[in-house]
Nanobody, 126 residues
Framework: VQLQAFGGGLVQAGGFLRLSCAAS????????MGWFRQAPGKEREFVAA???????NYADSVKGRFTISRDNAKNTVYLQMNSLKPEDTAVYYC?????????????????????WGQGTLVTVSS
């Protein structure tokens, strides 16, 4: 599966953005879809994931502010980001993994995602 993320940009603290990730392939609905981010000089970290069945999982740092959703008819996964903070500044990546990644409890581990988009930069100014 090929992924393309877009929607990043510059926003003030307290603002919002919605990222989108378009996927190719007819089996999109069967994949776990995840969002990860990487700030300069830091390791890639988990943000949110959604299973094929509609369950979701969030990093504690974004819980209550970010929402992951998917439209299987459009082969697209979204990340709605509200109440943005300067510490949310990073390159955001979407990724896809097989459903067993969810069942094994590894949806938050980037090493279990074989498919990645190119990343989109989100900059939050204070």
């Amino acid at each position: 599966v090929q992924l393309q993320a877009f929607g990043g940009g510059l926003v003030q603290a307290g603002g919002f953005l919605r990222l989108s990730c378009a996927a190719s392939g007819r089996t999109f609905s069967s994949y776990v879809m995840g969002w990860f981010r990487q700030a300069p000089g830091k390791e890639r970290e988990f943000v949110a994931a959604g299973s094929s069945g509609g369950s979701t999982n969030y990093a504690d740092s974004v819980k209550g502010r970010f929402t992951i959703s998917r439209d299987n008819a459009k082969n697209t996964v979204y990340l709605q980001m509200n109440s943005l903070k300067p510490e949310d500044t990073a390159v955001y990546y979407c990724a896809a993994a097989r459903q067993d990644t969810w069942y094994s409890g590894n949806s938050g581990n980037y090493r279990f995602y074989p498919y990645w988009g190119q990343g989109t930069l989100v900059t939050v100014s204070s």
